[in-house]
């Protein structure tokens, strides 16, 4: 499997063979080194921003092929926009999984509270949800997703597991910081770009398109287009006989830390 530990054994056995020969033989190998060394680089730079790969990292990105079930996933809550998601949600009598900003929380503290009161599950999203996450040192990342813990805890009293890393952008460091916290990283299967400039009814084709069961289905709930594309989606998907778990029933893994 593609993994950074195989990828970094390999690329230092092969440029260490093709130093050796350069020493000796001189000339070629030179250049048969710097190529080795930008295939690595561009191996790297793939697995931090594709986080179907699982690369540094495993992830949870889809579940059974062999039931009908699928996963809708929420990013970037809380906020105004989630009531709408929510009464949509009601509406149907479906469970799904929102990864809250924790610098949003305090704003929206009814917002989590009712989240939870009507069965859903809430996950991490970072504190400050910020472009350079995938950058930041261990001890910065984990003070992102501690205080995130803290702040959701404090209004549920719920410790989180879950953990979907910003923009899917996933390091050596944040490994490092989730095998010490034990948290679940959720990835995802089909990615609706609801946060662009495209039509709803695009975003709506491409869900449909790419769902299959055991799909994880990304949106974000802080979007107006995506209650437009929950009110069309859901009596479809249901007319195809889909049925709809959360992240932590879809994988089977704990979604709360039991105190
Ligand atoms: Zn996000």
């Known amino acids: 499997m593609l993994s950074y530990k195989n ?16 020493l000796i033989y001189g000339g070629v190998f030179l250049y048969v080194a710097i190529i080795l060394a930008l295939i690595y680089l561009g191996v790297v730079i793939y697995g931090v921003f594709t986080v179907r790969a699982g690369f540094f990292l495993s992830l949870y990105n889809e579940g059974s092929v062999t039931d009908k079930r699928i996963a809708l996933t929420f990013d970037d809550g809380p906020s105004e926009n ?28 009814d917002v989590v509270k009712r989240l939870v009161e009507e069965g859903h599950e809430v996950g991490n999203h970072t504190y ?10 261990v001890p910065k990342l984990n003070q992102e997703i501690e205080s995130t813990r803290a702040v959701v805890k404090n209004y549920t009293g719920l410790n ?13 460091n944040l490994a490092k910081v989730v095998s010490q916290l ?12 609801d946060t662009t400039r495209e039509s709803a009814e695009r975003i709506i084709q491409r869900i449909l398109k790419q769902v299959k069961p055991g799909a994880v289905v990304l949106l974000h709930d802080d979007r107006k287009k995506c209650t437009t594309v929950l009110e069309t989606i859901i009596p479809q998907l249901l007319n195809q006989h889909y049925t709809f778990a959360t992240v932590s029933e879809l994988f089977k893994i704990e979604a709360y830390e039991k105190d």
């Open 160 to 172: 989180m597991k879950l953990y979907r890393p910003p923009f899917g952008v996933t390091t050596p």
């Open 128 to 137: 400050h949800h910020s472009k350079s996450t995938g950058f930041y040192p």
């Open 182 to 193: 034990q948290l679940n990283v959720i990835g995802w299967s089909v990615r609706s770009f």
């Open 7 to 22: 990828v970094r054994l390999i690329h230092a056995l092969l440029s260490s063979v093709a130093l050796i020969c350069y």
């Open 82 to 109: 989630t009531k709408e998601v929510l009464d949509i949600l009601k509406k149907y009598h479906i469970k799904a999984t929102f990864f809250l900003i924790g610098s949003k929380v305090e704003s929206q503290q």
